[in-house]
C-alpha cells in the first residue's frame, strides 16, 4: 500500500494535480476560461491548504517515491479523487479509491452528470448511481449521487 496521509510538503504536488485534472477534465464541460486559467492557479490552491491546518486531514496521497494521487474524504463522502493525468491508467486511483472504502469507510461521492469516464472508473470498482442529482452551485450543470 502506497498510501499515507497527506503533509504540508505534498501541497504543491496536490495543487498541481488538482489543477491539471480541472483544466483536463471540467474545462471541456463548463469552458471557463477565466475560472481554469486564471482562478485555478497551483501557488493559491497550495497556499490555500497551508493555511488552514484542518485542511489536509481528510486528505490521503497515493505516494511510491512520487505522489501521484490524492482522495479527499469528509465522513463517509469522497470530496475528491485525483490522478495525474501522466500516471492514469496504473491503478492509481483504484487503490485510492479501495483505501478510501476498506479504510476510511467511504460509502458515496457526487460527480459531474458530463463526467463519463469519472462515471464509468466509479461504476467499475461498485458504484451505482443514485436517482439523486443537484445543480452544481453557480452552474447549469448536474452532480449526480454515486453510492458504493
Known sequence: MHIRQA???DVSRIAEILVFNNRL???PIFKDEQFS???MQVVPIAQAYLSDSAALG???VYDDGLVRGFVQICGSEIKKLYVDPFFQNRGV??????YALAQKHAAFL???EKNVRALRFYQRHGFRLTQER??????????VKLEH
Open 7 to 9: 503533509c504540508a510538503g
Open 25 to 27: 477534465n471540467f474545462f
Open 37 to 39: 486559467f486564471g482562478e
Open 58 to 60: 481528510g486528505v490521503y
Open 93 to 98: 486511483g483504484a487503490e485510492l479509491l479501495d
Open 110 to 112: 457526487w460527480a459531474l
Open 134 to 143: 443537484v445543480l452544481e452551485e453557480g452552474t447549469t450543470e448536474y452532480l
